[in-house]
């Protein structure tokens, strides 16, 4: 009788046999799906994989280890190099905290930095790409054009930034920005992209040349002298709050000195 | 001052003409001759014997209403300016003025005319701007002076038709102001007309047919610039200057108010007479207003229509606001839950738009025309006045009033609540629910706030003349007690603090004689009177009468004799 095997296997035969199946199943799992994304990820150059590191430092909380969105953030793929620079340069993204809205501040990314990401997160799927600036020059405009830029501001934008864009509210404490000061560059990405609240205007709704028409009115009347204290743009309501408070505020101030002039006074 | 011209004394009716001047002894040399020469042919020593000599009190607050008076004045002297260039037409014209930001846009006459205005004529935007800043002064101060008549009770016989042609003025300046506003035809004035579009509309069974009627067609069509135009230039101020015309003959006819004070009386007006003083102060006073006009129209931009551009109906401006007198009907409008219409046969009853619009202007004119005949019949008051309230002596009117302001000052911030969620960075909807509960909250704490610190103040009032003036210098007393004397007040104070007319509640009168047989009396008291009136006046702090002071001085002579003196 033979003694009892104990030890019928070579004890790393278990493990072998596991890191087998897995390459067996890699092997066939490639060799079924050959995808884009497999030659994308070897041919990944230097900047998208610098872009994708920096990507699962800063924004991958939020939008997931491969952009594909969570429940704190929305997916990145298809939303294109232009989105992520708009976000990035104005410094809306990465959030400060969450809210209805992020709101613009300090950027403190380099532009190398968020060129990486940009490139990373385009090649998640094809979307807008960060536009070179002839596409939104418009310093060889007419005086026409950038008038007819006007109309087209007014038509499709001051319902929300308002006429001399200094911005407005939205629902639920969500707003439009002022225009004022913003790069033209980061005009034509919002206006592509559709950030947060915004609208997406496509090439086919407004081209580029309507586009630097709109920016160049922008820019233009931000050049315009400004004619007096302008009360913040605001129109009607800081103007009614000027005529009480100046105004009649004032002259009763003067009133007073007036009727205190006299020996029968009250 | 020079001396009215000896006339022979007037005989009774019928006038003779006064031939006596020119054919009788040549007239003593007390006139300068050109003010001669014009009695002469006018009469204008009687009438400057009446008029240089009629009496007005000093106040701040009397100074209200000629700012309103002033700033029409500018209002006429620059509108006539602003005339000369514009044109009142909304036929469709290339731009091609001097803002390179509009050029070769199309645009109504109206707006391409507003823009020569501003940017072509000289001194145009000056101009144009110390009249929209006048306008915005000519309704605030006409309502500062009616809160100041409110507040005073300076609406109390025999003065409620002044205050009804003052309400009228109010009206008709809203309808100035905004009739005004709407003529440049830019996209925010444009907005506005919408808005009035909408209101007309609301109007249940004939808004359809009203619109058409004021627009001509459908909104916006071509006419209503011109038609604003008429209305703006020649029917509303000609409807002004016949009012405030009324409403200055009457204070003449009346003789000014005045607040309380020794030597004042229901009789009497003390204070400086027209020349040389009250000219002086009055003309400086026009002079000063014209130019803080002209300092605000210099420094501060108002209504830039040309970034607003001109008016399309499929165009339109986040933070579209109303100029302020209307701020608060549109936040009214703001407020309301939309959505909320009936349907009656074949019309529609659009309820959030007819109520907040329509029906909150409708009925703050009427509360503020019926106010001084409920409050005559709730005081059972038919008495003449003349001396004015201080605001704490009608404790209830001053917290109705107040309570009334805090209402109109909750819609008013709601119409810019898409200013204050932007500014103060807070949610646009949190502002409006909040609001939406503010605007019925507010006012009943305005109310008993406002009415507790009157009868607090009337409360200070009596104690003060019935114990004196709190000297400040506490005295220990050997015992080891501390007390602080009390420095009688001067006679003009208690005269002052006391010479208000105690009301009474009123008693519901018997509705039926001792036969039981009904009453038929005019002047009866219902039994809802009574309780309002009860509610009105009932909760008045007494003023101190004649035995209570007289008992109180007894009591000082009595208990001070140990304290010093010297020190109160």
Not at chain 2, 300 to 326: C, E, F, H, K, R
Not at chain 2, 438 to 465: N, Y
């Amino acid at each position: 009788m033979r003694p009892p095997r104990t030890r019928r296997r070579h004890r790393a035969a278990r493990p072998a046999a596991l890191v087998l199946a897995l390459i067996l199943f890699g092997s066939l799992y490639a060799a079924f799906v050959p995808s884009t994304q497999v030659a994308a990820d070897t041919g990944m150059s230097g900047q998208v994989a610098e872009g994708k590191a920096l990507y699962q430092v800063t924004c991958s909380s939020c939008h997931g280890l491969n952009g594909e969105g969570t429940s704190q953030g929305p997916t990145l793929v298809g939303v294109g190099a232009a989105a992520v620079d708009f976000q990035m340069s104005t410094g809306r993204m990465p959030m400060a905290r969450p809210g209805m809205q992020a709101p613009s501040r300090v950027n403190t990314y380099t532009a190398e930095e968020i060129a990486a990401i940009s490139a990373y997160v385009a090649s998640l799927g094809p979307g807008p790409a960060v536009p070179n600036s002839s596409q939104y020059d418009y310093s060889t405009l007419t005086e026409e054009e950038i008038a007819r830029g006007g109309e087209m501001f007014r038509t499709n934008c001051s319902a929300c930034h308002q006429a001399a864009g200094v911005g407005g509210a939205l629902p639920n404490g969500k707003y439009a920005p002022p225009l004022t000061g913003v790069e033209p560059l980061h005009i034509y990405e919002a206006m592509r992209t559709g950030p947060q609240q915004m609208p997406v205007f496509s090439e086919g709704a407004i081209p580029d040349e309507d586009v630097a028409a709109i920016i160049g009115y922008l820019k233009t009347m931000e050049e315009q002298p400004t004619l007096g204290f302008t009360l913040g743009g605001f129109g009607p309501v800081t103007e009614g709050l000027a005529v009480w408070v100046v105004g009649i505020g004032g002259l009763c101030l003067v009133a007073v000195w007036i009727a205190s002039r006299g020996a029968l006074k009250r | 001052m020079a001396r009215p011209a000896d006339v022979v004394p007037t005989p009774a009716a019928p006038e003779p003409r006064d031939t006596t001047g020119a054919s009788a002894a040549p007239p003593q040399r007390t006139m300068p001759r050109g003010t001669t020469w014009l009695d002469e042919r006018m009469g204008l020593a009687k009438i400057g014997k009446a008029g240089l000599r009629k009496v007005f009190p000093d106040h701040w607050s009397f100074l209200l209403g000629e700012i309103a008076l002033y700033s029409f004045i500018v209002l006429l002297i620059t509108g006539i300016f602003l005339t000369i260039w514009f044109r009142p037409s909304m036929a469709e014209i290339e731009y091609t003025g001097t803002y390179e930001l509009m050029r070769g846009r199309h645009v109504s006459e109206a707006f391409a005319s507003a823009l020569d205005i501003s940017f072509d004529v000289r001194g145009g935007l000056l101009v144009r701007q110390i009249h929209h800043w006048a306008a915005l002064l000519f309704v605030a101060a006409i309502t500062a002076h009616m809160l100041r008549v409110f507040f005073t009770g300076a609406f109390r016989k025999p003065r409620e038709i002044n205050w009804l042609i003052g309400v009228g003025l109010m009206a008709t300046s809203l309808i100035a102001g905004f009739s005004g506003y709407s003529l440049p035809d830019d996209l925010l004035s444009g907005t506005g007309l919408r808005f009035v579009d909408g209101l007309i509309r609301s109007i249940p069974v004939v808004g359809t047919w009203l619109e058409f009627f004021v627009f001509g067609g459908q909104f916006p069509g071509e006419l209503l610039i011109s038609r604003l135009y008429m209305v703006h230039i020649l029917l509303v101020p000609a409807v002004i200057l016949g009012l405030i015309s009324a409403h200055l003959a009457l204070v003449v006819y009346h003789k000014h108010t005045q607040f309380p004070g020794p030597g004042r009386t229901e009789a009497n007006v003390v204070g400086y007479p027209l020349f040389p003083v009250y000219m002086a102060k009055a003309g400086g006073f026009f002079f000063i207003v014209f130019g803080a006009l002209i300092l605000m129209a210099a420094t501060m931009s108002i209504n830039q229509v040309w970034l607003y551009g001109p008016y399309n109906p499929a165009a339109v401006t986040a933070g579209s606001q109303p100029d302020w007198y209307m701020g608060w009907l549109e936040g009214a409008l703001r407020l309301i839950p939309p959505g909320w219409e009936s349907h009656w046969g074949n019309t529609t009853w659009t309820w959030s738009v007819f109520l907040p619009g329509v029906g909150l202007m409708g009925l703050l004119f009427t509360v503020l025309a019926l106010w001084p005949f409920v409050e005559a019949k709730l005081l059972g008051d038919t008495s003449e006045h003349h001396l004015l309230d201080r605001p704490r002596n009608a404790p209830t009117r001053t917290a109705l009033g107040v309570a009334g302001m805090t209402c109109y000052g909750m819609f008013w911030l709601n119409g810019a609540n898409d200013i204050i969620a932007t500014q103060f960075n807070v949610s646009l909807n949190a502002v409006t629910m909040s609001i939406r509960v503010l605007v019925f909250v507010m006012p009943v704490i305005a109310f008993f706030v406002t009415k507790r610190i009157c009868l607090s103040l009337q409360r200070a009032d009596r104690e003060r003349v019935l114990h004196g003036s709190e000297s400040g210098v506490l005295v220990r007393d050997p015992a080891g007690g501390y007390a602080e004397g009390h420095a009688p007040i001067s006679q003009g104070e208690a005269f002052t603090l006391t010479q208000h007319k105690q009301y009474e509640p009123l008693e519901a009168s018997e509705t039926e004689d001792e036969h039981g047989v009904r009453r038929r009396d005019p002047n009866a008291v219902s039994g809802f009177t009574a309780r309002m009136s009860r509610w009105f006046v009932g909760d008045d702090v007494r003023k101190p009468t004649a035995a209570e002071l007289e008992e109180a001085h007894h009591h000082e002579d009595a208990s001070d004799d140990d304290m010093p003196r010297q020190l109160v």
